[in-house]
């Protein structure tokens, strides 16, 4: 039913981007007008979004391409090969969904994930993604800033993190069946980090319906933090007071902390983080702080030891 339709070729041999380019072009006359109201009742993966506003939110980086964006994932609940998600995904059921908004919040709520779709203005921002296995890519998502669903919440003065928690179903998830991470997959903000208007939750990208190995039907992004803490199919959004636990954490709190802000002067255990491969690129390129991100974020952690809270 929601077969995410990519022909059976190599990465290489289709060039969607050189496609997009021109429908970017079309989409930006339409910028600034918006119909929340008139988007379908339910949306499935390689649907076209509608009224798409542009954001300010650009960069000059070359796209990289949809069938790499779609056919080299990181999901482990759809197996840990790269191109394992792909393949499994398809049966991912994305309707009914709903996410719950949960915990230190005046205002909890069990939402409809049609309701969220239009909860704010569907905006196309393009992000650098940058994996802890030290390669990256640049993705245009579509979605929302996460700040607009926590407001709506209104979080209580106890409200210190946010903790994202993500489907769970071994009827519908092959991966989650072997014990490689503790299920659910959970990740993990400050509240203020997650109000950063960066923080994007995503329901789309390359203009269309996410694909399902990307975190259909809703998935945070993160930018400035290493791909990780972008956790993919979100049931969970819960308000609490103490740093919350992850599933990375978890498994490796010497590998994989809390903050994983993206630096290239603090090294994996097994390996440096100082260069990274950008998919489709044959050199390695440099890393940058806060993966290039610093100036809108680095006063989020003025005064914080970052080689210690990494
Ligand atoms: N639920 C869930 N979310 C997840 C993961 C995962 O295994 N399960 N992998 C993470 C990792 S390591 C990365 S790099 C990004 C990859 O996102 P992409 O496949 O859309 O590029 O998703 C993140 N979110
Ligand atoms: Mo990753």
Redesign the pocket.
């Known amino acids: 039913m929601s077969n995410w339709k990519i022909p059976k070729v190599s990465p290489s041999e289709i060039t969607p981007q050189e496609v997009y380019h021109s429908r970017r072009e079309f989409m930006r006359l339409g910028a600034g007008v918006v119909v929340g109201s008139t988007l379908p009742s339910s949306l499935l993966a390689g649907e076209k979004l509608p009224n798409l506003v542009k954001s300010n939110y650009e960069l000059t980086d070359k796209l990289t391409p949809l069938a790499d964006?779609t056919h080299?994932?990181?999901?482990?609940?759809f197996g840990t090969d790269k191109e394992s998600?792909a393949k499994t995904a398809g049966s991912l059921k994305t309707r009914p969904w709903t996410v719950a908004v949960e915990g230190e919040v005046h205002k909890p709520k069990l939402w409809d994930i049609d309701s969220l779709l239009k909860l704010a203005p569907l905006e196309e921002r393009v992000y650098r993604?940058r994996?802890?296995?030290a390669w990256s890519?640049v993705?245009p998502w579509v979605g929302f800033p996460l700040a607009e669903l926590i407001k709506r919440a209104e979080p209580t003065g106890n409200a210190k993190f946010v903790e994202f928690i993500?489907l769970n179903d071994p009827e519908q998830m092959p991966g989650v069946r072997s014990p490689v991470?503790d299920w659910p997959?959970r990740e993990g903000l400050r509240l203020d980090e997650a109000m950063q208007p960066l923080t994007l939750l995503a329901v789309g990208l390359y203009g269309e319906v996410l694909p399902n190995?990307?975190?259909a039907p809703i998935?945070l992004v993160v930018p400035w933090k290493?791909?990780?803490k972008?956790?993919?199919?979100i049931v969970r959004i819960r308000f609490v007071e103490q740093m919350p636990q992850t599933s990375w954490m978890k498994a490796g709190p010497s590998e994989y902390g809390f903050y994983s802000n993206v630096n290239p002067e603090v090294d994996h255990p097994r390996w440096s983080q100082a260069k990274e491969r950008r998919i489709g690129d044959f050199f390695k390129r440099q890393t940058l702080p806060f993966n290039g991100y610093a100036a809108q974020v680095a006063q989020l952690y003025t005064g914080m030891d970052l080689q210690k809270f990494f």
């Open positions: 964006i080299y994932n990181n999901y482990y609940e998600p993604l994996c802890v296995e890519m993705i993500t991470l997959y190995q990307n975190g998935r290493y791909g990780f972008s956790a993919k199919s």
